[in-house]
């Protein structure tokens, strides 16, 4: 069977992360979500895959190869155009990037599967195509139900008594509200969808192609399952999500490394005598890692591979990204610390720069280093000043 993913957005809900990997390669305990969503069409035999990309392409393509490490097929169809000998990114649109595929090979001559390349999910894909076909449509859309109060943030999908769409709803007042069904993101398709796809312009399964299809009056259903949904939209769904893992809210989700103590997982070839640091479980610490003697680590923690934590350092519901050097002066609490940011968990960000431009007076203590992925960098954090909280709370 095949399938798509969606995987060419610039994921601007998601940046800075998104200037420096593209959103589908965003990491959730280690692992990029679009390789969860691999390995969720591996299992349910969708095993002939195409991605479209454009943002940061290269990462995408670089890191999956041509899928035999996942027992898949994949191959990746670039939007995009070449500028004074350089490649230029130039999305599509989720419609028209299935066009250039189907334009270009053929591809699609059977019943599809199409994600987005930005979430995890647990869903049952061989039963949504067998609710599918029972339809007999053209598309289906798998939605799933949440709390009325809760709707305001999805796209809301209207369904007749037999499950054919009759209209959407784009974030609806939770009073204006005419379903509890919203758009995953997850749809099957025939073939004969490209009939009601433009060729060689950008174009929106969302906001163009399902309205069409409502228009033409054409058979096209929605599909409400249960399934667990892990979707990294914006900046702060990244901790959010973790957190919840962590926490035991996301069963079956799977955690790197090996529990050595209840709450505590530690990857390999890593440096962590636990019982001589401060720790409150759950707390991740991946492979690679070095925990000196002393470090304060207080959960939900993850830290990512091959990263240093100097005796004296103070974690605290946090997500450090991998290669970080967390100096013995440094208190990091409710962050995810990603390259060269600090991102709060609402969401607000600053660059290490930013912050080493913070001029403390009460403290002339020698700098201490930082180590980002994108280099080495000084900021000045000193352990027990009355200004901890203004650089790094």
């Known amino acids: 069977m095949k399938g798509m993913i969606l995987a060419a957005g610039k994921g601007t809900r998601v ?9 589908p390669m965003i990491p959730i ?10 390995q969720l ?23 999956f190869g041509d899928g035999h490490h996942f027992n898949v097929q994949l191959s990746f ?13 130039k999305a599509l649109g989720s419609a028209g990037g299935m066009r250039k595929i189907q334009d270009f090979s053929g591809f699609f001559d059977e019943t599809f599967v199409v994600v987005c390349g930005d979430a995890w999910i647990d869903l049952d894909l061989t039963e949504a195509v067998r609710r599918h076909k029972q339809h007999g449509g053209i598309a289906t859309i798998v939605t799933r139900d ?40 997850i749809y099957i398709f025939e073939p004969a969808i490209f009939d009601y796809i433009p060729a060689e312009q950008e174009y929106d399964i969302g906001s163009e192609l399902f309205p069409k299809l409502v228009e033409s009056n054409v058979d096209f259903y929605a599909t409400s399952m249960e399934f667990q949904w892990l979707d990294v939209g914006n900046i702060s769904d990244i901790w959010a999500v973790t957190s919840d893992i962590m926490k035991g809210k996301v069963p079956g989700y799977p955690v790197p490394g090996t529990q050595v103590k209840p709450g505590i997982w530690v990857g390999i070839n890593t ?37 240093k934590v100097e005796s004296g350092a103070v974690i605290k519901q946090s997500l450090v990204s991998e290669y970080i050097h967390v100096a013995s002066a440094a208190y990091v609490q409710d962050k995810t610390v990603f390259g060269d940011y600090f991102i709060s968990h609402d969401g607000y960000t600053q660059s290490l720069n930013e912050l080493k431009a913070v001029n403390i007076l009460n403290d002339r203590r020698q ?10 960098i000084s900021t000045y954090v000193p352990s027990g000043s009355d200004k901890e909280d203004e650089i790094l709370n």
Do not use: W
């Open 15 to 23: 940046r800075p992360i998104t200037q420096i990997i593209p959103k």
């Open 77 to 89: 169809s670039y939007e995009g155009e070449i500028v004074d000998g350089h490649f230029v990114s």
């Open 146 to 185: 949440v709390a009325p109060e809760e709707v305001s943030k999805y796209g809301v999908v209207v369904t007749d008594n037999y499950g054919k769409v009759t209209s959407f709803q784009e974030k609806p007042l939770v009073e204006e509200a005419l379903s509890t069904q919203i758009n995953t993101g």
């Open 271 to 307: 440096v962590f005598d636990i019982d001589s640091c401060d720790i409150t479980p759950p707390v991740i610490v991946s492979s690679g890692c070095e925990i000196q003697p002393g470090a304060i680590i207080e959960g939900p923690v993850v830290i990512g591979a091959n990263c």
């Open 367 to 376: 700098v201490q280093p930082m180590m980002g992925t994108l280099g080495s």
């Open 41 to 63: 069409f591996a299992s349910h035999g969708i095993d002939k895959i195409v991605v479209n990309t454009s943002h940061l392409a290269e990462v995408i393509e670089n890191y």
């Open 29 to 38: 305990l280690g692992k990029p979500v679009m390789e969860s969503m691999i």
